[in-house]
């Protein structure tokens, strides 16, 4: 694991100076974050790189779990799906399941710290602890996207959340009328994570060689996971638009879920569609091959990110901090990373993609520019040691209610 | 060789940190945003006026103004989008004039396109309106005379020159920026302080603004030495 010093040719010493300035401040401060696993999915990632930088730098940060049974964990994955939009049946006794597992969390997770740090839906009720805690400052870090929650699990959470003493969202799309602060903390990328950092010419070329594709000819690529929302069939339709003028090969890369039939469906709709075209190649990679993918990014000419619907979108994220020309739909958290005809390229259809890479293709100066801008922004605006700075303002912020504060 | 005359009291460079706080407020038309923007408290109308510079700081000069690039983008009046990134902003001394001037500019093209009220946005394409909360510190830079100020204006960051120049004028209410305040107030350079106060930082990216303070700040010493 990276240490924070490591940082500091990426960012420069003035911001990681910032950092220690602030966890200073928050000297004799425990900052206990609770979520439901140590390991698999963003927020078990996001905390085990995010725990140890904020203990480097002096502060008391920790992380515990709450328990669950499979009742427990089923009906809180229904919830995380209704509360992202997606049509779910939800039951009574999902909620009862739910209540019961939260009870005996309440009283057995040993909970102590100044700041409580509550991370998505799963151990949202410990906040009845509160008022036996009243020196202490409770967030709910909501890391779903909730811009359009299923109402009965939002009407379900609202009590609980309304007892907090602030809540943080990562778009501002996904905030919420609510009675309590709320703050914006955007996602981030680790530059020195095997996904983001530098390569050297043998890797990236070793994982060409390896999956086939030429080096003859510009490539364009979209890394998403075989999913409708993702559009991989769109992104087909965009490049048969481009190869009428502009001889290029297109990638469509990402992870396939075994246990999941609808990335089975759309995987096999996006081979159906991608026919016997040499140049297209659809590549099933497995979750947890991070340096590939990042050999693949870096091997693009344009990355395009054509979802029809997007949390954060941190595939673009990543493709920016490689000084990649982008051209992503405008969704989600796209249009807060893509400053059209600054740092990337916006679109909201199969025609306007295409017309798009074509551009980027035609005038490789432009792209190198554009690339060159979406790798600052993400410099200064989305990369790890910001979300360190966030956090530690947020806790912060709990012991200030004014808008200007003098440290 | 004459010395550099000593300041009163030194200059301390202080920065600032912002953290986004959501206001769960949005618009999805102009008459939504206008009524907001009138009703919002003043954090929010700096942060949507005073984003993009800090976020962009690196891009060529591009107006800071987020209604503006909404109404643009979004809601596809070009020409109200126009009168809102040409407002000024240098000439206004608060929050609540600058708010007045933005709810002016809008009403009077309401008043002449009353259409642009029937355009709405799609979902997920509203205005979401932000509060920004600023956290201000001191750094270890101060400066006595004008070869210390230039060598520290040279070494701070980008975020402390934000600060002196935009924040502090607009802000924190001071009126002038904190540069031409002290080298007036403390070094009585007060045609050099006057040249600080006259530009427009918002034409300028914040490192080409950066460079300008230095060249102006060293065309006074080399003026200074040999008198």
């Known amino acids: 694991m990276p240490k924070i010093t490591e940082y500091e040719p990426i960012v420069g010493p003035n911001t990681i100076e910032e950092l220690r300035l602030l966890a200073g401040k928050l000297q004799g401060k425990v900052i206990q974050n609770i979520n439901s696993t140590a390991v698999g999915g963003g927020v078990a990632e996001i905390l085990n790189r995010m725990v140890p930088l904020l203990q480097e730098l002096g502060m008391d940060a920790r992380w515990d779990f709450i328990k669950g049974g499979e009742s427990f964990f089923n009906a809180t994955k229904k919830f995380h799906n209704a509360l992202h939009g997606k049509a779910e049946e939800i039951t009574p006794q999902m909620f009862e399941a739910f209540t019961e597992t939260s009870q005996r969390n309440i009283d057995e997770v040993k909970l102590y710290g100044d700041v409580m740090l509550i991370h998505d839906p799963q151990p949202i009720a410990l906040i009845k602890k509160k008022d036996s805690m009243p020196n202490s400052k409770w967030i709910w870090r909501c890391h779903i996207d909730v811009s359009t929650p299923n109402k009965q699990v939002w009407d379900f959470l609202m009590p609980f959340i309304n007892h907090y003493d602030g809540a943080v969202f990562s778009a501002p799309g996904f905030s919420q009328p609510l009675p309590i602060r709320q703050f914006l903390i955007s996602p981030s990328i680790d530059p020195l994570s095997d996904k983001n950092k530098d390569l050297p010419q043998e890797t990236i070329d070793a994982v060409l060689e390896k999956y086939h594709i030429p080096s003859d000819k510009p490539i364009i690529t979209q890394i998403s996971r075989f999913d409708y929302l993702k559009d991989p069939v769109g992104v087909i339709e965009a490049y048969r638009l481009v190869k009428k003028r502009n001889n290029c090969q297109l990638i469509i890369a990402g992870g396939t879920a075994t246990d999941d039939p609808e990335s089975t469906r759309v995987y096999a709709e996006t081979r159906e569609a991608a026919g016997n075209d040499p140049d297209i190649h659809i590549l099933p990679i497995p979750s947890g091959s991070d340096l590939e993918i990042n050999a693949i990014q870096r091997a693009s000419t344009v990355i395009v990110q054509k979802s029809l619907r997007e949390g954060f979108g941190l595939t673009v994220t990543e493709a920016l901090w490689k000084a990649k020309p982008v051209v992503a739909s405008s969704t989600g958290g796209i249009p807060l990373q893509v400053k059209h005809k600054y740092s990337g390229l916006l679109c909201h259809s199969v025609s306007g993609a295409a017309f798009a890479i074509k551009q980027l293709l035609s005038s490789p100066e432009y792209a190198k520019r554009l690339g060159e801008n979406g790798h600052e922004h993400v410099r200064q605006n989305f990369l790890l040691t910001r979300h360190l700075k966030d956090y530690m303002l947020l806790f912060l912020c709990m012991y200030h209610p004014e808008d200007i504060i003098y440290l | ?227």
């Open chain 2, 1 to 227: 060789m004459t010395s550099l005359p000593k300041a009163k009291e030194p200059f301390k460079f202080y920065t600032q940190i912002h953290i986004p706080e959501l206001t769960g407020l949005r618009a999805s038309n102009l008459q939504e945003l206008l009524g907001l923007i009138k009703t919002v408290p003043g954090s929010v109308i700096y942060y949507h006026t005073h984003r993009f510079l800090q976020q962009h700081q690196y891009l060529s000069p591009e107006p800071p103004n987020d209604f503006a690039y909404w109404i643009t983008g979004i809601i596809g009046e070009a020409e109200l989008g126009e009168a809102l990134y040409s407002i000024d902003t240098i000439q206004y001394t608060t929050i609540r004039e600058l708010r007045d001037e933005i709810i002016r500019t809008i009403e009077n093209y309401i008043e002449k396109h009353p259409r642009a009220l029937q355009r709405f946005t799609m979902p997920g394409e509203e205005f979401h309106f932000i509060k920004s909360v600023s956290f201000v510190c001191q750094t270890p830079y101060t400066a006595s005379d004008l070869n210390e100020f230039q060598a520290a204006l040279q070494r701070v960051t980008l975020e402390s020159i934000y600060f002196h120049m935009f924040e502090a004028r607009l802000r924190i209410g001071k009126g002038i920026n904190d540069f031409s305040n002290w080298l007036e107030g403390s070094l009585s350079e007060n045609k050099l302080a006057n040249k600080i106060a006259s530009l427009d930082p918002y034409t300028h990216t914040m490192e080409n603004l950066r460079f300008t303070l230095v060249k102006l700040i060293e065309k006074q010493i080399v003026s200074s030495m040999e008198k």
